[in-house]
């Protein structure tokens, strides 16, 4: 009786204790429910002339997380994007249409601080590689017959990120958790290219400096699984 006991402690102290009590890693799926791109596009499909049959954006991500020490983190997350939407540029007359999809790579170094037992504030930044496929176009109301200016290409970008967010473990094997992400690409790589060089001084009115746009602010919701 009494060895049945030992070995039943032990056992249970080599379940709980690394994998609890001593969680080091998380793997977790998210979901990024608002992008802007900053280029005049709505944050979800809504409006007059969306066409999608979902409000929310196609943005899905896996990522597995390192505990480093108490308050230092390592994470790698693989995400992707896809969307299909248009909206109306009530001031020039103008309907834009975007076609965008991409997937991503990315490594951050982040920071923890406690707020409470169950709850951190984080923020870091880190690297991130990007394919990406755009397809933008505008079609003017006012003319006829109705003129459509477009671009279409693929890129390999290379940029850095910064992030904040917010983590509340309810139970020690479990974690849910907000991001705030800013990305910015500063290295791009043209794998194909279509367009027309009227399109480029009239989407937006010339507005738009960059197509497809280096920019991505992201706010992501994620559930995450500690052992």
Not at 109 to 134: E, H, P, Q, V
Request: glycine content about 8%.
């Amino acid at each position: 009786m009494r060895t049945t006991l030992i070995f039943a402690f032990i056992l249970q102290c080599s379940i709980q204790c690394p994998l609890y009590a001593q969680s080091k890693n998380q793997l977790s799926i998210q979901t990024g429910l608002f992008h802007s791109f900053l280029d005049g596009g709505p944050l979800m499909n809504v409006g007059k002339y969306r066409t999608a049959s979902n409000i929310f954006l196609e943005s899905y991500g896996l990522q597995y997380q390192r505990k480093l020490n108490q308050s230092q983190f390592l994470a790698v997350n693989l995400s992707g994007y896809s969307n299909y939407y248009r909206w109306l540029d009530a001031d020039y007359s103008k309907v834009l249409r975007s076609d965008q999809s991409y997937v991503a790579l990315n490594g951050t170094f982040s920071n923890s601080i406690a707020l409470s037992k169950k709850i951190d504030f984080l923020y870091g930044g880190g690297i991130d590689f990007r394919l990406i496929y755009s397809h933008l176009d505008t079609i003017s109301l006012n003319s006829s017959p109705t003129m459509k200016f477009y671009f279409e290409g693929r890129q390999l970008q290379i940029g850095a990120h910064g992030r904040v967010g917010l983590s509340y473990s309810p139970l020690t094997w479990l974690t849910v958790y907000t991001q705030f992400n800013m990305e910015a690409y500063l290295f791009s790589n043209i794998r194909s290219l279509n367009y027309e060089t009227q399109f480029l001084n009239d989407f937006t009115n010339g507005k738009r400096i960059n197509t497809p746009s280096r920019f991505d602010l992201s706010l992501r919701f994620g559930v995450g699984f500690n052992f």
